[in-house]
């Protein structure tokens, strides 16, 4: 099972993008006008629009959109004067930003790999890394956060949109208790084979020690966090946190 699963996934995106994912849908172009013209908000959690301040001065800068294909979030960046790269598994997602940056006119470099490897990248190539929730697809995300370290800048800002874990408790329906946590398919046979069936792909929760425990184990330092909710659903409904983003810095 441990050799495969990120490929699964990589498969389970590309369906969902190919269904309509909401996550999969491309800006427009009145988007990445506006965009242009300085209105602009993007997301690493599914409803709080990222603080501007969070990020360093974008013209020039050096991005990499980390398991953030979709053309939701690299365009925008682009229309800012950022020189972006996006790594992404799914090559449906790798399509929709290719789509964009050829209807807009901007240059991207789009890197289909692997997150639970190596980034091939070299040190310090990176200025921000944009990370929107994704590594609920893997593992093991300390190493993760070892190679956004490596691959960042002195000084440059990884900013991470993350899963809380209370998602995967429940039925569909919010409202049962349903699963033990940790969840992780990859250790208990009848989840694996019941996610593959449903197609909702290889997802595990995390904890906050692996999050952000693991950021500041990498030699990253943590300035700032917000919750978020689902944005739909029981849980939203009551206003209950399920996930949350952070900005950390690589010190200089």
């Known amino acids: 099972m441990n050799e495969t699963y990120t490929e699964i996934n990589a498969q389970t995106f590309d369906q969902w993008v190919e269904e309509g994912w909401e996550w999969g849908q491309p800006i427009s172009h009145e988007t990445y006008q506006k965009a242009l013209g300085g209105n602009w908000s993007v997301l690493l959690t599914p409803t709080k629009p990222v603080p501007k301040d969070w990020f360093c001065p974008m013209k020039g800068a050096r991005v990499l959109g980390l ?8 365009p925008v960046f682009a229309a800012l004067g950022a020189q972006c790269t996006v790594l992404d598994y799914s090559q449906a997602q790798l399509d929709s930003d290719r789509m964009v940056s050829q209807r807009e006119g901007y240059p991207i470099r789009l890197v289909r790999a692997d997150m639970t490897r190596p980034l091939p990248f070299e040190n310090e190539q990176f200025d921000l890394i944009f990370h929107p929730v ?14 956004c370290f490596r691959v960042l800048r002195p000084g440059g800002i990884l900013l991470a949109g993350l899963d809380m874990g209370i998602n995967f408790v429940f039925d569909e329906d919010e409202t049962t208790f349903r699963y033990k946590l940790p969840y992780n398919p990859l ?4 989840l694996y084979e019941e996610s ?11 904890t906050v020690e692996e ?3 693991g950021q500041l184990r ?3 330092q943590l300035r700032d966090i917000y ?5 739909s659903g029981t849980l939203h409904d009551y206003n209950i946190p399920s996930f949350y983003a952070t900005k950390a810095v690589k010190p200089e």
């Open 134 to 147: 994704s590594n609920c697809y893997i593992e093991n995300v300390n190493e993760v956060w070892r190679e």
């Open 218 to 220: 990498a030699g990253f």
């Open 196 to 206: 593959v069936k449903n197609g909702w792909g290889i997802q595990f929760s995390h």
């Open 187 to 190: 250790k208990d046979k009848a």
């Open 211 to 213: 999050q952000i425990g």
């Open 227 to 231: 919750q978020d909710t689902n944005g």
């Open 67 to 74: 398991a953030s294909g979709g053309g939701q979030q690299m």
